[in-house]
């Protein structure tokens, strides 16, 4: 394997020929450069799309820090490097290799992917190939790292289940220590068969070994451990584990409290997607909008304080010199100290120059005022996400903002010097009509005429309609996607409204992205042949129109007998057995389910912090909210024994 | 005030450009709190100045930088503030202060000096009649960018250093003046050497007094 300094020379060949080479090079103030003999276990976290947009990745900061704060522990990074690099490395025969040591990757003990979203699957494959690991589990030895995954995408582990040795499916803070630590039992008993020829119990510890306790750890999910089998139809029949040590559901993990944000986020060298810090406020979210996964799968709502959110900041900003900070969440607004939190970090940054980002408002005035103390440049426009404009559509979806509400807001918004605004929406969400989408033309232009009534015919606006596609542990995740000729006619119909005015934007995603994503999303384990085969014949960067290769996808499908449309135009049987059946992250199927038809009848379920539905979050976790009572969770606070709430209340299905 | 910081750029920080290193310096004046002076306008700039761009993939010893700070500051506890906030492969040599009233800083720099090693060595014996014929020439046009220039008045100086194990390395000094700028790699490429298997170095930037 190559030294650092004999990838170096490498690299000096053909940087200076690749677009950006300051992605290649690591160098960033607050990386973290441990020595590399001082520690047992090895880890390298892979963000697999390209540095300028990885890099922003807090996930898997958050995993870095956990790692390099371990003394026996070192935690490096790599990206999928663009294309005109990935050619050139070839050409040289460099393989891909952490940025901090220009080690190559197959020199670690552990490969740790982040996997937010589905079009990156193709990246993860192409990176192990880069990094000369065996692309499939089963190929992989006692020489070659142990590679797991994490994020969103693994709450359907199944499409990817040939290449992951074992997934974390929820939060990472804590498991991946436990996972460090069987690495390194696994790294002693190596050294031990090294010295120690036979004979010690110790020795016997392999690669499989340490999958078998991967398994026992609560969230690792070791697919090798679980074999499917196939009903008649082609749908699942069950997912069942095949030892012992694997449990029949892989509960997600979580983490009861919070812990502190990282502050000593790395700096780029060069201008990248966000330039920034970010800071969590809150986990999880209670609006249950039924197209939302990220708000199903990180439930329960844990807040930070205050006082940690601000403190945070400041010395983050300090230790970055970034000119932005983000409070992250997936609905600001419901951050219960909202106005307190704004007010302090208003008076904790006066007179610096930062920007503020506050995503995820709700439309009504309070919002606005909330930007306003911000002191926000009026330059970068006011976003807000309607997501439907029918009402109909808006219960179905379980996003209920009337018209008049939203023209209140956005008028607020123009006269109080905004002249940007802009409105994302969402078109493909369940029996969908034309009209629900001609609902979103006439309110996009009622905004903007209304604001010209306000504030003149400086006002514009910009639409972004995204296509919804139905994803795992979601109410919808029964339903079939809208078919490509639907969008496509709800697509022209919006342009043929909409470009008319000149003031008004709108942007869309093409059918092919929205297809890619859904395969994907509800795929089970024959989908990943697909992507093998996909990706073998050249698809990679599939969230890029560099990179995208649609009949590349359609010829895997057609290699290996299966049908597309099975997997996105198929409304899902009642009773069906999903591919993610043996995966919760705790939102029983039943309270889902439950969810699902109370969308068909039009039922709106307001806020759970209002009043618990019981969606299977307190049951699973009543130890955790026992011991961490207070107003830190904003779920009900529990009392009575664990062990009988349990009983009560089974987890999947009924 | 205005200072005057020569810093190194090595490493990994070869491979920043120009602009990106400007912001990597506003971002370190923010990190050691220093209070960097800001133009007026809609979108305020601090006041840093390069002397030079440095072309991507070089490294330096001697890059000069001019800023103004709105408030005194004690040029010892400016290096000391500024040296924690660095990302490791820049290094401050020195900071002073400098006359607010000089001229700017781009149009006082005379010229560059560099020391460029060969990866791919050529003997020296014929590196130095190649470098004889060159520094004997009158004039040397080159095109560049599809525009021709005469190279020949832009090297001030270029030399050949042999060393004891028969290795050699060159030495030269070219202009860089604004409008007059000699690239270290049109000098190889007129000495007949392919650019990537030199690694440039630029040792000192040189000012008019
Ligand atoms: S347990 Fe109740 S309060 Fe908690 S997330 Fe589920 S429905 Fe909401």
């Given amino acids: ?654 | 005030m205005r200072i005057r910081i020569t810093f190194t750029k090595q490493g990994a920080l070869r491979y920043i450009g120009h602009l990106d290193l400007h912001r990597l310096w506003e971002r370190a004046m923010r990190r050691a709190e220093l209070p960097l002076s800001y133009s007026q306008g809609f979108h305020p700039q601090p006041k840093i100045s390069l002397a030079a761009a440095l072309p991507l993939g070089f490294s330096s010893r001697a890059e000069v930088m001019d800023v103004r700070l709105n408030e005194e500051i004690a040029v010892e506890d400016l290096s000391a503030r500024l040296k924690d906030s660095l990302p490791p492969d820049i290094k401050v040599v020195q900071v002073r202060t400098v006359d607010e009233k000089l001229p700017a800083l781009q149009t006082q720099t005379l010229s560059a000096a560099y020391d460029v090693h060969l990866t791919e060595p050529v003997a020296g014996s014929e590196l130095k009649r190649r470098v004889e014929g060159l520094m004997m020439s009158e004039s040397l046009i080159r095109e560049r960018r599809g525009k021709s220039y005469d190279l020949r008045p832009l090297v001030e100086m270029l030399s050949v250093v042999g060393m004891a194990d028969g290795s050699s390395w060159l030495k030269m000094t070219l202009a860089a003046r604004e409008g007059a700028t000699g690239r270290p790699e049109e000098v190889l490429g007129a000495l007949g050497i392919e650019a990537d298997t030199a690694r440039v170095e630029r040792t000192r930037l040189i000012f008019k007094e």
């Fill in chain 1, 1 to 654: 394997m190559f030294t650092p300094e004999q990838i170096e020379a490498k690299l000096e060949r053909i940087l200076l020929k690749v677009e950006r080479p300051g992605r290649y090079v690591g160098g960033e103030l607050n990386a973290t450069i441990k020595d590399w003999d001082s520690v047992t276990a090895r880890a390298a976290f892979i963000f697999p799309d390209i540095y300028d947009i990885g890099i922003s990745n807090v996930g898997l900061k958050v995993l870095y820090d956990q790692v390099n704060q371990r003394e026996d522990a070192l935690a490096q990074r790599a990206y999928a490097p663009w294309l005109d690099m990935e050619t050139l490395m070839r050409q040289h025969g460099i393989p891909l290799y952490a940025l901090e040591s220009k080690r190559p990757l197959a020199c670690f003990d552990l490969i740790g992917f982040t996997l937010p979203y589905e079009t990156l699957y193709t990246n993860a494959l192409n990176i192990l190939d880069l990094a000369g690991i065996p692309i499939r589990s089963a190929d992989r030895d006692e020489s070659h790292p142990i590679v797991i995954a994490g994020g969103h995408s693994a709450t359907n582990p199944e499409p990817m289940h040939a290449f992951i040795d074992a997934f974390v499916v929820g939060e990472g803070e804590e498991v991946i220590h436990e996972i460090i630590d069987v690495i390194i039992k696994w790294k002693a008993c190596a050294e031990q068969r090294r010295s120690v020829e036979s004979g010690n119990p110790l020795s016997t510890f392999h690669r499989e070994d340490v999958l078998r306790e991967f398994a026992k750890l609560p969230g690792v999910y070791v697919p090798r451990f679980y074999q499917t089998t196939y009903m008649e139809d082609g749908t699942v029949a069950a997912t069942e584990p095949v030892i012992p040590e694997a449990p029949r559901l892989v509960k997600k993990r979580i983490v009861a409290k919070l812990p502190p944000p990282p502050i000593k986020f790395i700096v780029p060298n060069i201008d990248v997607v966000h330039n920034r810090v970010s800071v969590e406020i809150m986990r999880g979210c209670t609006r249950g909008c039924r197209f939302c996964q990220a708000g199903m799968i990180t439930r329960p709502v844990r807040e930070r304080s205050v006082q940690e959110v601000v403190d945070a900041a400041d010395a983050a900003v300090r230790s970055t010199g970034f000119e932005e900070l983000a409070l992250m969440s997936l609905s600001s607004s419901d951050y219960t100290y909202i106005k307190d939190l704004v007010d302090a970090i208003s008076k904790r940054f006066e007179g610096r120059k930062l920007t503020v980002s506050l995503p995820s408002l709700r439309i009504e005035s309070v919002s606005i005022e909330l930007m306003e103390k911000l002191k926000q440049h009026r330059s970068g426009g006011f976003t807000l996400a309607p997501e439907a404009a029918s009402e109909r559509m808006r219960r179905i979806i379980n996003k209920f903002i009337p018209d008049e509400d939203i023209i209140k807001t956005t008028n607020e918004i123009y006269s109080r010097g905004w002249t940007t605004i802009k409105l994302y929406f969402m078109i493909g969400h369940p029996s969908e009509t034309l009209e629900d989408v001609q609902a979103i033309a006439d309110l996009c232009k009622r905004v903007i005429a209304e604001g010209r009534k306000v504030a003149g015919w400086k006002v514009k606006l910009n639409a972004g309609v995204s296509t919804f596609v139905p994803k795992p542990q979601t109410p919808f995740q029964w339903v079939s996607c809208d078919t490509r000729a639907n969008i496509l006619e709800k697509q022209a119909l919006l342009k043929r409204e909409l470009f008319k005015d000149r003031n008004i934007k709108l942007s869309w995603t093409k059918p092919d992205d929205t297809l890619i994503e859904a395969w994907l999303s509800r795929g089970d384990r024959r989908i990943a042949e697909v992507i093998y085969t996909a990706w073998k014949n050249g698809a990679k960067f599939d969230a890029w129109e560099e990179g995208r290769k649609f009949d590349t996808w359609i010829a895997a499908f057609e290699e290996h007998g299966l049908d597309p449309a099975f997997y996105t135009y198929r409304q899902r049987r009642t009773d069906e057995v999903f591919p993610w059946e043996h995966i919760t992250t705790a939102v029983r199927k039943n309270f889902l389910f439950q969810d699902f038809r109370m969308s068909l009848e039009g039922q709106i379920r307001v806020d759970c912090r209002l009043n618990c539905y019981a969606c299977g979050i307190l049951p699973t976790f009543a130890n955790l909210r026992r011991d961490n009572p207070g107003e830190g969770w904003k779920c009900p606070e529990v009392k009575s024994p664990t062990k009988k709430m349990e009983m009560e209340l089974p987890l999947v299905g009924d």
